[in-house]
T-cell receptor, first 110, second 114 residues
Framework: QQPVQSPQAVILREGEDAVINCSSS?????VHWYRQKHGEAPVFLMI?????EQKGHEKISASFNEKKQQSSLYLTASQLSYSGTYFC???????????FGIGTKLQVIP | EAQVTQNPRYLITVTGKKLTVTCSQN?????MSWYRQDPGLGLRQIYY???????DKGDVPEGYKVSRKEKRNFPLILESPSPNQTSLYFC???FGSGSTDTQYFGPGTRLTVL
């Protein structure tokens, strides 16, 4: 079953923070996060495995709460380059078979 | 340069004419996967492979075949394409190393089936 992402879209001014949520009705083994700019291939951001992981990548970090079956992606002090569509992907066993959310469109404006 | 390549990048074909989209990676990755992307539906996994001769279905495998005879190549085969397979296709690869994994995507293949 497809994970649900929220919000569907968000507009930020440079320097503002954002949180994108990804939730599932099923018990999760892993959560994957990607960013895709218009007309380009997705770019892998990070993978989190069950066990309550939290990871950081520059000013982008994520947490995974397996009890709540949800993950959140945190973007702090947003930059124009953060604009794009963010997808979460989830797997219920292993991390190879992945089901994606519809995406969250994020636009950072000056 | 480490990369995932796909060919062709663009293809227009007709219903029923068999086609193959190639995917090749030069990073000695164990894991490879195919996705399709459609407006409003996001990314959907078609097939994945954990190693040579090991493949498994993703969420939307119907109408597609794959093979993994060599580690570097993972072709996607449409034996009888139909218009509902018109889509943007991405191949991806990684070491399959779990928490430390990084997945690399190819540039995409835009397929139109008339």
């Amino acid at each position: 079953q497809q994970p649900v992402q929220s919000p569907q879209a968000v507009i930020l001014r440079e320097g503002e923070d954002a949180v994108i949520n990804c939730s599932s009705s099923k018990a999760l083994y892993s959560v994957h996060w990607y960013r895709q700019k218009h007309g380009e291939a997705p770019v892998f951001l990070m993978i989190l495995l069950k066990g309550g992981e939290q990871k950081g990548h520059e000013k982008i970090s994520a947490s995974f709460n397996e009890k709540k079956q949800q993950s959140s992606l945190y973007l702090t002090a947003s930059q124009l380059s953060y604009s794009g569509t963010y997808f979460c992907g989830t797997s219920t066993w292993g991390y190879q078979k992945v089901t994606f959310g519809i995406g969250t469109k994020l636009q950072v404006i000056p | 340069e480490a990369q995932v390549t796909q060919n062709p990048r663009y293809l227009i074909t007709v219903t029923g004419k068999k086609l193959t989209v190639t995917c090749s990676q030069n990073m000695n990755h164990e894991y490879m996967s195919w996705y399709r992307q459609d407006p409003g539906l996001g990314l959907r996994q078609i097939y994945y492979s954990m190693n040579v001769e090991v493949t498994d279905k993703g969420d939307v495998p119907e109408g597609y075949k794959v093979s993994r005879k060599e580690k570097r190549n993972f072709p996607l085969i449409l034996e009888s394409p139909s218009p509902n397979q018109t889509s943007l296709y991405f191949c991806a690869s990684s070491f399959g190393s779990g928490s430390t994994d990084t997945q690399y995507f190819g540039p995409g293949t835009r397929l139109t089936v008339l």
